[in-house]
């Protein structure tokens, strides 16, 4: 018997968080003039380089890194989170694997006489923030043999299938798990132990 949406997320409710949390003691209105300042140096330096050190590059040149450095007030700040290396080592072997995989799955699908179908939707509740780690969780969905997101509303993801016989639900926890490890995140449940 299937749960409901709803009652997934009753019985789920691991929630992820950023992996480490970083109390900065500074005062907020002087963290932007930092960053500025950082930022002005950096893109300074890397336009004396590009350039040449030629005085008459400054005349574009210092609108250019004012700009640029300017954009720490405009942008908002960084996101919970980060690329982890070894996340991101992992998550490209595994990307590399799942695309043989459902290659080969379609592949067998088109050949074999009586193309075992079974196609229909379901509906997963994604445990990931917004942004960056749930557009790739999305984008990532249609590597699995046979899936392909469809829809998007809240958390709850609705994901079209070839054959709705297959374990969606542990495939998507598994890339659940390795989109959270490539951004830096960990569930509640970790985080406490």
């Known amino acids: 018997m299937h749960q409901t949406v709803s009652e997934e997320r009753q019985a789920d409710t691991t929630r ?21 300042l950082a930022k002005f140096i950096f893109l300074a330096l890397l336009w004396a380089v590009l350039t040449d050190f030629r005085l008459d590059a ?13 954009l720490v007030f405009i942008l908002p700040a960084r996101p919970g ?22 290659a080969v799955d379609v592949a067998w699908r088109a050949f074999t006489p009586t193309m075992p179908l079974d196609p ?4 997963f509740a994604s445990a990931l923030p917004d942004g960056a780690p749930r557009i790739l969780f999305l984008n990532a969905i249609t590597l699995l043999p046979g899936t392909l997101s469809a829809e ?35 569930s509640d449940e970790e985080v406490s132990e």
Request: glycine fraction near 10%.
């Open 120 to 123: 229909g939707f379901r509906s």
């Open 81 to 102: 989170w980060w690329l982890s290396l070894r996340g991101f080592v992992e998550f490209a072997l595994w990307f590399a694997g799942q695309s043989i995989r459902g």
């Open 58 to 70: 400054l005349i574009f040149g210092i609108p250019a890194v004012l700009l640029g450095a300017g």
């Open 152 to 186: 998007l509303s809240g958390d709850e993801v609705v994901v079209h299938m070839l054959d709705t016989s297959a374990d969606l639900d542990a495939d998507l926890r598994r890339l659940e798990r390795r989109v959270s490890a490539l951004f830096g995140l960990t």
């Open 16 to 36: 992820l968080v950023p992996a480490r949390a970083v109390t900065v003691q500074t005062a907020r209105s002087s963290l932007p003039w930092r960053q500025f």
